[in-house]
T-cell receptor, first 112, second 115 residues
Framework: SAVISQKPSRDICQRGTSLTIQCQVDSQVTMMFWYRQQPGQSLTLIAT?????????ESGFVIDKFPISRPNLTFSTLTVSNMSPEDSSIYLCSVAGGGGYTFGSGTRLTVV | AQSVTQPDIHITVSEGASLELRCNYS??????LFWYVQSPGQGLQLLLKYFSGDTLVQGIKGFEAEFKRSQSSFNLRKPSVHWSDAAEYFCAVGSMNSGYSTLTFGKGTMLLVSP
């Protein structure tokens, strides 16, 4: 299965600022997925990123708040914009392959 | 819409004892079912998956799960728990959406292992 390198692993940010999270995959993949895991909660899909097209966002998530880039088949970024304390979560990227889904190690974001 | 229920938020098991984590799903078609484990500060690791065929699925680290369509369940089991199994466990169902599959996760079960 694919190996995903996600960074940063953690960050503490001031409210009102933005953070960009990067995911690099060791093989070419069609779809990349971005999830949010709020404290004590399960994972919620934010959006699906297909190379060469606009990301598809789930209900409750908008492009202005979570812009996604997918410049090639091995890389994607998620930006958390104009952050507030409610954005404090773990953000994970994921790819499908090998009969399952592989996840990055996550970015633990704390907004103060 | 699909959903996953993990009724146990926390479970404590003695080391060496058997383990069963419950998972119930709601999905209109034949589901793709997964169990993932998340250790503190780590990402998610796939334990096992069910797509079709034999309803008893073997996974890594000695885990297995049984798909029971009549009960809409996919419970995870391990005959003898080790202290290193302490982690959070997530059940997920995969659904097809416009030609690709996305995952819906349960809220997770935190496993604590006592000596």
């Amino acid at each position: 299965s694919a190996v995903i390198s996600q960074k940063p692993s953690r960050d503490i940010c001031q409210r009102g600022t933005s953070l960009t999270i990067q995911c690099q995959v060791d093989s070419q993949v069609t779809m990349m997925f971005w999830y949010r895991q709020q404290p004590g909660q399960s994972l919620t899909l934010i959006a699906t990123a297909n190379q060469g097209s606009e990301a598809t966002y789930e209900s409750g998530f908008v492009i202005d708040k979570f812009p996604i880039s997918r410049p090639n088949l091995t890389f994607s970024t998620l930006t958390v914009s104009n952050m507030s304390p409610e954005d404090s979560s773990i953000y994970l990227c994921s790819v499908a392959g090998g009969g399952g889904y592989t996840f990055g190690s996550g970015t633990r974001l704390t907004v103060v | 819409a699909q959903s996953v229920t993990q009724p146990d938020i926390h479970i404590t098991v003695s080391e060496g004892a058997s383990l069963e984590l419950r998972c119930n799903y709601s999905y209109g078609a034949t589901p793709y079912l997964f169990w993932y484990v998340q250790s503190p500060g780590q990402g998610l690791q796939l334990l096992l998956k069910y797509f079709s065929g034999d309803t008893l699925v073997q996974g890594i680290k000695g885990f297995e799960a049984e798909f029971k369509r009549s009960q809409s369940s996919f419970n995870l089991r391990k005959p003898s728990v080790h202290w290193s199994d302490a982690a959070e466990y997530f059940c997920a169902v995969g659904s097809m959406n416009s030609g690709y599959s996305t995952l819906t996760f349960g809220k997770g079960t935190m496993l604590l292992v006592s000596p």
